[in-house]
């Protein structure tokens, strides 16, 4: 990198300059990697502790042990709802980049001339408050919401036989989570479809590659990056979920976010098996966005 | 010959484009119109225009106090995130360090966790320490949400600088808190304010985390959240809703102009 070069001739110049630079990196990352080593790795480790019962919600003598997380993998109950989760959430994540993959297209790939006007206005709703969105849906979907009592209004259905699965289902859930991300999705596609490099297209006309031809052997592989990057930015995030499915789930729609958040409510506090779900849920997420690394970094200047 | 889209082809992902547009923004405008509407429950038909449940909201004292509350939170926690973000963003531009990558992975992990499990993860600190439950305990885990995203905005507009700038100074006697003030700072100021504005519309919207260490003094997505539950405060909450989604939408816009408009200047200069 050019800008390292410089900048060591420039700490070359003087021994002290040179001694300023290196002293203050220290300087620099202290406060930043303190406060997350207090406030974010700390916290995680006591959650880790608390999963094996070295801490405890209910003080008196207990001693480390394992048997919270084999309860866990081997009562099934935990497992099923977190499989349930992550169907939802690989529905959601796949539908919405299947949608949002021709808008990207459109935007970087027509030659329109708004495409940076138009990208705003597809990620605008994203950039605004998610609980009024999700609100905006509970208002849409209710048994005497807009959609039902609009049916009932123009005659297409009876006034006292609104189509209740609308909301509180796991339809609802899906459907309101799908919304949510959709806007976001878009940027890292069209990142990457922005990236194609035009004069590859125009090669392949000139050989006589039909557009769908082009579009699956060129331009499908190189923007292939982008839309794993997308599927990944709504599958992380999606299926650990609690505010939408307790907003529009419902019971069918309860998901494994609401169960962790039930084990640390007032109701039944089980701090140890809400800890060990917790943390089973972050190692799951960890693995794949450690596999996916690369991908993630699209559309982003990855500081190195 | 266009080698990438037919005219069909254009013109059908046109209408698609144009159709997804309408499916995003009429939830939004659903929310416009029913909070003119008169009547207890937002339902069809419509029975009549009604600034009510805009003026029930200007007179309760409580909602205002949330959004109060919920600006001071995000206000402190993106000043802290901010200041923590150029720390951080400057050594990862700037400066070389054993580990830079997972520094940096770290540094940009709170992207990546689930905002439930941050959550009682931050509850049990809390707990363990003894620190009760307040205002203070959501600002410090807004600042760790918002730090990756100030460190994502400003490496790359640091990266783009061109470090003879900062040499120059270094090389006419400034320290290194003179070069930051006078040559550094400037530069990348526009870049400081989206990762302000990013900051403080993250932490006023942020619910999930904020459900965990809130003490008695309740955020504005928290009283939202709670008086959801409540169907009889539902038209003056869409009220709230469109003023709220309204300014947000206004800063956002602005924000992309005014960055736009910022880099261009100093990008010709």
Redesign the interface.
Known sequence: MS??T??GA?AG?SRR?RL??RL??PG??G???G??GV??????C??AA?SVDA?SLFPGPHQVTLSVWRDFLHGGVYLHLFWKSVQMSLVVSTVVVL?AY??A???A???TKRKYV?L???I??F???????V??????LGN???VN??F??IGLRAADHPISALLYSRFAVMLVLA?VW??FVALPIFVALENVD?SL??A??DLYAS?LQ??RRV?LPLSLPGVVAAFLFVF??T??E??TPS?VGGTSGYMY?NQ??DL?GTGFPD?ET??VL??F??VV??VL?GIF?RFLRVG????? | ??????KN??RL??G??VL??V???A??A??LI?SFNNAE?????LSGFTLHWYREFAGNSELRGTLATSAIVAAVSSVGAV???V???????????RG??L?????L??L???????G??????FH?LGIPRSIVTVM??H??IS?PYT??VL??RL?QID??LE?AA??LGAG?AVTFRTVTLPLILPAIVSAFLIGF?TS??E??VAS?VVGTRATF?IY??SA?RFPSQ?PQ??AV?VV??SV??LV??GA?IGRRRAERALGAA
């Open positions: 800008a390292r410089e900048h420039f110049t300059g300023r630079a203050a990196t620099l990352l406060l930043p990697l406060w997350l406030f974010f790795v700390a916290p995680v006591i959650v608390y801490l949608v021709p808008l297209y459109y935007l790939l027509s030659g138009l705003l206005v597809l605008a709703p950039l605004t408050s998610y609980l009024l969105r609100l905006a849906w509970k208002v849409i005497q919401g807009v009592t609009f009932a209004w919304y959709l806007p035009q297209l125009e392949a006309a557009r082009a579009f331009t992380i995030p299926v650990g609690f505010i907003l976010g962790i958040v640390f701090w809400g800890s917790a943390l849920l972050l997420i960890a966005t690394a982003q200047t990855p500081a190195r | 010959m266009d080698a990438s889209l037919s082809g254009r992902l046109r698609f484009f997804v547009v499916f995003l923004y939830p939004i659903v929310l029913f429950v937002p339902a069809f038909p200041v923590l973000g720390l951080a963003s400057i050594a990862l531009a700037r400066r070389r360090f830079k990558a520094v940096s992975a770290l540094l992990s709170p990546v966790i689930p905002y439930v499990v941050f009682i993860a931050l509850l049990l600190l363990t410090i885990g600042v760790v730090l460190i994502l490496v790359p990266e470090v003879a040499e270094y090389d290194p519309t006023f919207d619910y999930a965990f997505p939202l959240y959801l539902l909450v869409i809703a709220v989604l947000s939408l956002v816009l992309e």
